[in-house]
């Protein structure tokens, strides 16, 4: 099975990647080709960060996620512990995924206030840059080290409970009703007093816990906004094809896209 990534070789992405994957294991250097990769039958599956701990929601996931045809069949969530890379500790800038330089941002600004900090496409692209180049430091998982780059410091992350949640995403023929998660996507073009309140209830009425809301703009207007929930109920369950009709109907407008169902798996 081909599996893409976000890459080059020895992100987080990939970590989880090949938890996941068979070794046929390619790579993307934006989240948005990596779905739309799949998407268009390139690859089989893709593995993209979706939420972390400390910073919240990768918006350019929730975007493609919105923007393409795309199941999501399974959810990983693993423990991330950054460290400092470098040849030496004369570097000026450091170059790291936006989302790495944002849960290490106390630690930088404590011990590294001087330094320049750069966002590239991923962790492993920044420490790419700083085996290319004395005056770059990357932030990335600690085996990136070799004979050029040494681990500065360990665990420089703000705090010890750093996690990301990816998605394993596939065709939309591969669309699963089985598992006890479910990621819906809803735009209900609309915009009333309440409106939010409503789109919730078919979920509160039948005991359905919601795990994630995030509203992103839909990109029509300013103020517009589509809604992405996780709920802990599987499409299986009659409850939760119930919940739909009522959100459907709520979004007559619009449109509800069920993404899919999964389990959680948790790996190190
Ligand atoms: O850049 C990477 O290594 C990624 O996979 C994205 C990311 C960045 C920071 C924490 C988790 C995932």
């Known amino acids: 099975m081909k599996t893409v990534t976000l890459g080059p070789e020895g992100t987080y992405s990939h970590r989880a990647a090949d938890a996941v994957a068979d070794g046929d294991i390619h790579f993307r250097e934006s989240v948005y080709d990596i779905v739309d990769g799949v998407a268009s039958d390139e690859f089989d599956r893709g593995v993209v960060p979706i939420e972390n701990s400390i910073e919240g929601s990768v918006t350019e996931t929730l975007d493609a996620l919105a923007d393409l045809e795309i199941a999501v069949v399974r ?4 423990p991330i512990r950054h460290a400092l890379l470098a040849q030496n500790d004369d570097f000026e800038t450091v170059a790291s995924h936006s989302q790495a330089l ?3 941002r106390e ?3 404590e011990t590294h206030p001087d330094v320049d900090l750069e966002a590239v496409a991923s962790t492993a692209r920044g420490v790419e840059r700083a085996r290319e180049d004395a ?3 990357g932030i990335g998982h600690p085996d990136n080290a070799d004979e050029t780059l040494s681990v500065l410091a360990e665990d420089i992350q703000d705090r ?3 996690a990301t949640r990816f998605f394993v995403v596939a065709s939309p023929a591969e669309r699963s ?3 006890g998660k479910t990621t819906l996507v809803v735009y209900p073009s609309e915009n009333y007093p309440g409106l939010l309140l409503e789109l919730l209830q ?3 009425e039948r005991d359905i816990n919601l795990t994630r809301l995030e509203s992103r703009p839909s990109g029509e207007r300013l103020g517009d906004y589509m809604f992405h929930i996780d709920v802990t109920a599987g499409l299986y369950e009659d409850r939760m094809q119930d919940a739909i009709a009522d ?3 709520l979004a007559a407008n619009g449109w509800v896209r069920p993404l899919g169902s999964y389990d959680v798996e948790h790996v190190v």
């Open 247 to 249: 959100l459907e109907a």
């Open 160 to 162: 010890n409970s750093n």
């Open 102 to 104: 944002a849960q290490c």
């Open 135 to 137: 005056s770059i430091a």
């Open 202 to 204: 078919p979920f509160a």
């Open 75 to 78: 959810e990983v969530v693993t």
């Open 177 to 179: 009703e089985a598992g």
């Open 107 to 109: 630690y930088l600004e």
